[in-house]
């Protein structure tokens, strides 16, 4: 398996440990929950947005799976504070692997996407273009 670099494998495995922003809030504006269905692992993300409707005041997840999974979760929450819901749909797979250090094996690339696409299909269904389900990332 490849995580990258030293001080890029001990980032993930210091968020893996110590996840920022873990837990539920009070009263997000829209919450969602995405899985692998091939492994199980799951990330669900609780959004506030601020009364503009568009700016994310506030950002937490919880979930379970592997370090990658989990980090990504973990790393893409403590950014989300202060994006706007277009910016965060702008994201792509490389910002997910270049936020973890950029080498980031084929193999686990999905391990890497599962937070993004979960927070994107959230952000989908919250304007109502998309259908309420939970995300499946199996690719
Ligand atoms: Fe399941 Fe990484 S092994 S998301």
Redesign the pocket.
């Known amino acids: 398996m490849s995580m990258g670099s030293d001080m890029y494998r001990q980032q993930i495995l210091d968020h893996y440990k110590n996840p920022r922003n873990y837990g539920e809030l009070d009263s997000p504006t829209f919450s969602h929950r995405g899985y692998?269905p091939s492994?199980g692992?799951e990330i669900e993300f609780d959004i506030e947005l601020a009364d503009d409707g568009e700016t994310i005041e506030a950002a937490t997840f919880h979930g379970e799976?592997?370090a990658?999974?989990q980090a990504a979760a973990s790393m893409l929450g403590e950014r989300l504070p202060g994006m706007t819901l277009a910016e965060v749909e702008a994201m792509d797979r490389e910002d997910m692997t270049e936020m973890l250090g950029g080498d980031i094996s084929p193999m686990?690339i999905?391990?890497a996407v599962?937070a993004e696409k979960v927070v994107q299909d959230g952000i989908e269904i919250y304007r109502g273009e998309r259908d309420p389900e939970t995300t499946e990332i199996s690719e």
């Open positions: 692998n492994c692992d799976g592997c990658i999974s686990r999905k391990c599962l």
